[in-house]
């Protein structure tokens, strides 16, 4: 494969900050036109009734402010959407990920994440799992299909700490991170604009507050891997999630899930 060109988005001093930080923001990396065709396509997917059922691994649900579950998340979700397929595999964006990567990037996974006024957010974590074919060139891009600020519950980031590795036990689960893990004070809201994308390393702790306003925060996420660590393993990869999935729900009893 070769490296796409980079764009002019980002130049070498992006490059150097977010190897430095483990975290970038790109502006504009998506038109008005394309985000509105992705907005349009968070609420016809939102619509399948058929398949948000607790059941289903496909889905992700998270607690509101007043402790109730509600559906959050599809993930993987490109396989339902052409337009979030495009959005995941445009060439401006994969540039930029190239670039940071200094070869090509390989689409390892996706979720659309919906946050509903009233969600709560996601504790301090990293998003390495210490599985043995986890790549660690892992990275994700958020892009923002609405805007996101402190207000509906924005990725918080700890700049420098992915230079420290994993930061919990190497044992292929999924681990929150103590509070205490980072200094809180050096915390960056990742505060975008439709349209903007924020990129951060498997490897950068980060976090997530409640929606408090009244508007939606749908963002779609979409993490990477370097060619050189695996190539293209998309497929490997949701199979062999979509068993440790069912068996984590095993351990706490539940054993009808199925994946459609």
């Known amino acids: 494969m070769t490296i796409p060109a980079v764009v002019e988005t980002i130049d070498t001093a992006d490059i150097a900050r977010y190897h430095a930080d483990g ?8 038109s008005p036109e394309r985000i509105e065709e992705l907005a349009h396509e968070a609420d016809r997917v939102r619509a399948r009734t058929d398949l948000i059922d607790q059941n289903n691994i496909r889905c992700r649900w998270q607690d509101d402010v007043d ?19 495009r959005a995941a595999r445009d ?33 301090l974590h990293q998003d390495y799992i210490s599985w043995k074919s986890f790549p660690t060139t892992y990275l994700t891009a958020i892009v923002a299909i609405d805007g996101a600020d402190a207000s509906n519950g924005a990725t918080e980031v700890f700049p420098g700490y992915h230079r420290q590795g994993c930061l919990s036990a190497r044992d292929g689960n999924y681990h929150q991170l103590p509070d205490d893990a980072v200094d809180p004070s050096t915390g960056i809201v990742l505060e975008l604009a ?17 929606n408090r306003s009244s508007q939606w925060r749908r963002l779609l996420y979409l993490s990477y891997n370097a060619f050189s660590e695996g190539g293209e393993q998309r497929t490997q990869h949701y199979a062999e999630f979509h068993r440790w ?12 899930t199925y994946f459609r």
């Open 23 to 30: 975290f970038l923001v790109v502006r504009k990396v998506f």
């Open 245 to 256: 999935l069912q068996d984590r729900y095993a351990d706490y009893g539940k054993t009808a």
């Open 194 to 210: 439709p349209g903007d994308v924020a990129i951060f390393s498997g490897y950068t702790p980060h976090r997530s507050a409640p």
């Open 67 to 85: 402790g109730v579950c509600r559906f959050d998340c599809f993930d993987p979700v490109i396989d339902l959407s052409e337009a979030c397929e």
């Open 91 to 123: 060439p401006r964006l994969v540039a930029v990920i190239s670039a940071l990567y200094g070869e090509p990037a390989c689409l390892l996974k996706d979720k659309l994440i919906f946050k509903a006024p009233g969600t709560t957010g996601y504790n």
